[in-house]
């Protein structure tokens, strides 16, 4: 039997429970293993776009006909057999995403239940497109793609003080009306397609619980990140403070960056300043690197603006002591002195601690999509995608995460049909630790993640070409 | 004779002139080599920072005292222990800069004139803090730096859903007032206060041309991209398209990052999105991958958002005909029709060709800055950092401009004293290329570069530590 999925999820509370889980062989019970009152929630499923009927606007997904199987792959199955067999009904791609709740699991839950199905709305819009690869994307839909591009030149040609000069075609431009393609049209790879279409599912799926909060009684928000296997490339979206890494051959290859309010800083900063009114005369936008007393009014203190990456002194005034749009270090840093992530989805009615100052609109729901081309690899048995909360990498750093997956892997029987989900079960326990009298510790004394944790661990060999 | 500092800089129209000084042996004679009318402007200097007099307010760095010693480094002595002698007087720095014009020469005269004395005037502000390697950068200028940390813990120790109560002290929370010193206090190197100074520098510049501008006749902008070697640190700050690398064995560092139309796009597109009167009703934020013209209105067409890296399909509306925020690919992108460069000095009275929209309110004029701990590394001969506007970057990757440099080195006498300037040399002539019956040529037959040509080729050894 082939393990292509395989995952471990855990939180502390149920620890025992999954354990208990993970010993069955079918994985799907695994994938299900997360109780609706768990604030990490999971998802894995192989999915399948299908044209739609009428090509109309857009639709509710819980409508859309999509026919999909909740299943792992059939045994010893590799993924492009099985993608070539899907193609003439539509087009299937592999899906795992994590979602870490907060406030509540209720965004957790209706995340983990239907962000699958608005990506695959917005892949449907585009699936004739990706289903011939040798065709650019149409700038028009239902046009050909044009291909009325002027020779590309290395250099510009015109020095900046010319280019000053109204482009054809621009407001007050000399040279009204513009002749037709003037410029070069942008090409369009499929790539950026299948990331337009992760980018505005995410998007539809925070305007969806927006819309249902009152319906179904969901509360607070969710970081989401979720990894695509689709057309031989693994798309990784990432809104929040979980990661992906790959190891290949050991080495790490970051898929996500964090979305804190650290990383951040000059995006919330930029948008406070240019939108003060978002602070309600309680916070500044300004960062000091500690909470400013009234006896250092008039004094020289350390500051940031959201131009800086530095820090220089300013004379302390009356409006400084209001309290920082961003405040706090590290995994303490919080926006408006309330949340300590910047993207992800819900949170539609958090408010500062009674006032009516709103989170929402510092907050972003749109991911990072990072593409790897999976298939233009020979990956190894021990090759993978590790996909983590933040209970996971609080504890254990990029390197520590390859190095236990790697020596651990590498110490089962290459025919172990659960060599993956022991080493996801491995992981969480190193970064959960063992009780001991002064607490949960992990290696070398140091203390475990008192967080939810979760991992999936994806062998990435089936992802080789059929040769 | 030691070569600290070597330069090549040169126009078109200003080769000739330049090979001829580039035999002449003083080294201040080519640093002095730009024409007033030349778009590429070009400063390199030994700086001292001294002590301010008084230690009040901002001062016009025009009045400011400061001695500085404009020449290269003396024959044969190393940079530490020049640093060392200077120490009792101030704190000695090394600045190279590179400013490339639009719309006219006079912004890049006046910065290749005055931004580094602007750099001094910050510096200035914390000369008694940068002066004692021991010591942190105190919060609260002329206090002890406070030690009341609380011990760093490598997780929260709090669930997220915990973490939404308000923060101590926090507006609404309920335990007021906070306790003093409740979260740590960040601890500010000495390297912040160096890049804060060199942000708040660039800022001050910007404001500086857009006073002047009337009295000076000081028109249109330019990029700047200017290095310090510093209390044995490389410091790069950019603003706009000019580029900086290391070349260390033969291998590339990038110390630089571009701003364009492209690369900035988002934050544009942002910006455009929350003050939308800035595009004074001729324009639109969205990105479309050629003009949209009016026979398109009803039809569904690819567009990016702010948020997307990916593109998707949207149904055209009347709004979209207006001509797009950013429009054009490579060097051909614009804003607003106008300007191809996103972060540089002055600009401040461009508009959009025969109307009232500014450009300004879309550009920044802050730098990034990048740090390179010089002297913790032991660097050879043919180590060095290459300086180049975009001129040179147009035609020449990375790795060719390397290949080139480590090349062209390797075959000088290692005692000739004229090497790095003759590389500098080598490069532009790579990039401008040969005069054939086709035009201007380079290797390969590609065309070379039309623009004005700017290089620096500034050796890392002598910065290596003197023990």
New interface residues.
Partial sequence: MGHWLCRAAVSLRELMVQLAELQLPQLRVINAGKSHLN?DQACCEVMLVRQRPSAGGNSDPSRTPTIRRRSSLPNGEGLGLKENADTELGLSFHYWALF?????SGAAVVASKLLQHHIIE?LQ??LDILRNPDLL?P????EEPTNHHLT??????I???A?????A??????SQP?P??F??????QH??????????AF?QMDTQIEKDKAVFNVS?GCTALCALFLLGKLYVGNAGDSRAIIIRAGEVLPMSSEFTPESERQRLQF?AY??PHLL?G??THLE????V?RK?VG????Y?DF???????K?IEDDDLK?PLI??????A?V??????TRGLGDHE?R????N?FIKPFL?C?P??RVYPLTQYEHGPDDVLVMGTDGLW??LSNQEVAEAVTCFLANCDPDDKHRYTMAAQDLIMRARGILKDRGWRIAND???????ISVFIVPLMYGNRQT
Same sequence: chains 1, 2.
């Fill in positions: 604030e870490d709740g907060h406030a509540g917005h819009e585009v994307a700038i028009v839909q239902g590309p030149t290395p250099h510009r040609g020095t900046r003080a280019s000053l000069r109204g482009a075609g621009a407001p007050g431009s000399p513009p037709s393609r410029f070069t049209e942008k090409k369009v790539e950026s397609l299948v990331m337009g279409a992760i980018e505005n998007k607070g948008l240019m939108q309600g309680e916070f000091f690197p500690r909470r007393q250092e004094k020289r203190m350390l940031r131009t800086m990456s530095g820090w220089a002194y004379t309290f405040y706090g270090e590290g995994k303490k919080r408006l002195a309330t949340i300590g992530v958090l500062v601690h009674d006032s100052i972003s749109c990072e999509v609080d504890v140091r203390l475990g993640s008192g967080d939810d």
